[in-house]
Antibody, heavy 120, light 107 residues
Framework: QITLKESGPTLVKPTQTLTLTCTFS??????????VGWIRQPPGKALEWLAL???????RYSPSLKNRLTINKDTSTNQVILTLANMDPGDTATYYC????????????WGQGTLVTVSS | DIQMTQSPSSVSASVGDRVTITCQAS??????LAWYQQKPGKAPKLLIY???SLQNGVPSRFSGSGFGTDFTLTISSLQPEDFATYYC?????????FGQGTRLEIK
C-alpha cells in the first residue's frame, strides 16, 4: 500500500522560505519511472501543480514559480523535500504531495495535504 | 502552457441522474488526460487516466471519453457519495495543468 504524508510549518511569515517534507512508503523513488509531485490548492480554489521529481533526479517546475521552487529527494529516508522561497500571503494554500508513475499517467495516491498560512 | 477549461463550473443534480462534465484543452493532448474527484477537506482521488481508463476500484458508473482537445466525464447514475468537485488534468506536457473544477451539488 502506497502512502504519502506532508509535514512542515503551518504558519510562515512573508519573505520567509517554506520547507515541506513528503514522507512516503510502499514504493521506492529509485525505481524506474517513479516520481513524486507537489500540488497546492488555495482555500476555495483550484489545484495548481508546482513541481515533480523523478527516480533519475529529473526535476520539473511550474514556470510561474520556477525561480522560487526547489525539489529534492532523499532515497535513504524515503522523503521528497520542497522549498518555496520568498513566501507571500498569496501562497497560502493546502500543499499536497502525490505519487506518479509513467503509466497510468496521473497522480495516485495523494497525501492528506498540509495547510500553510502566510501571515505576519 | 496548455489551458484546461471545464464546464460547467457547477451543476445541480439528483440521485440517479446522469451527469456529464466537459474539459477542453487549448491544444491537442492526445489522450493524456486524467480526472479527479475531490470531497471537502480531502485530497483528490484519481478516477480516470488516459482519458477513458478507469482507475482500480472506481465504480463503473464513471466513464471518460475524448481525444485531442475535447473530453468528457460521465457519471451514469449519481449516488450520494458522488457529490464532490471534479478536476481534469493534462499530463501531455509540462507544465502539468488542471481545469478550474466542476462542483457537483445535490438538487
Amino acid at each position: 500500500q502506497i502512502t504519502l504524508k506532508e509535514s512542515g510549518p503551518t504558519l510562515v511569515k512573508p519573505t520567509q522560505t517554506l520547507t515541506l517534507t513528503c514522507t512516503f512508503s510502499g514504493f521506492s523513488i529509485s525505481s524506474s519511472g517513479v516520481g513524486v509531485g507537489w500540488i497546492r490548492q488555495p482555500p476555495g480554489k483550484a489545484l495548481e501543480w508546482l513541481a515533480l521529481i523523478y527516480w533519475d533526479d529529473d526535476k520539473r517546475y511550474s514556470p510561474s514559480l520556477k525561480n522560487r521552487l526547489t525539489i529534492n529527494k532523499d532515497t535513504s529516508t524515503n522523503q521528497v523535500i520542497l522549498t518555496l522561497a520568498n513566501m507571500d500571503p498569496g501562497d497560502t494554500a493546502t500543499y499536497y504531495c502525490a505519487h506518479r508513475v509513467s503509466y497510468p499517467p496521473g497522480f495516485d495516491p495523494w497525501g492528506q495535504g498540509t495547510l500553510v498560512t502566510v501571515s505576519s | 502552457d496548455i489551458q484546461m477549461t471545464q464546464s460547467p463550473s457547477s451543476v445541480s443534480a439528483s440521485v440517479g441522474d446522469r451527469v456529464t462534465i466537459t474539459c477542453q484543452a487549448s491544444q491537442g493532448i492526445s489522450n493524456w488526460l486524467a480526472w479527479y474527484q475531490q470531497k471537502p477537506g480531502k485530497a483528490p482521488k484519481l478516477l480516470i487516466y488516459a482519458a477513458s481508463s478507469l482507475q482500480n476500484g472506481v465504480p463503473s458508473r464513471f466513464s471518460g471519453s475524448g481525444f485531442g482537445t475535447d473530453f468528457t466525464l460521465t457519471i451514469s447514475s449519481l449516488q450520494p457519495e458522488d457529490f464532490a468537485t471534479y478536476y481534469c488534468q493534462q499530463v501531455n506536457s509540462f507544465p502539468i495543468t488542471f481545469g478550474q473544477g466542476t462542483r457537483l451539488e445535490i438538487k
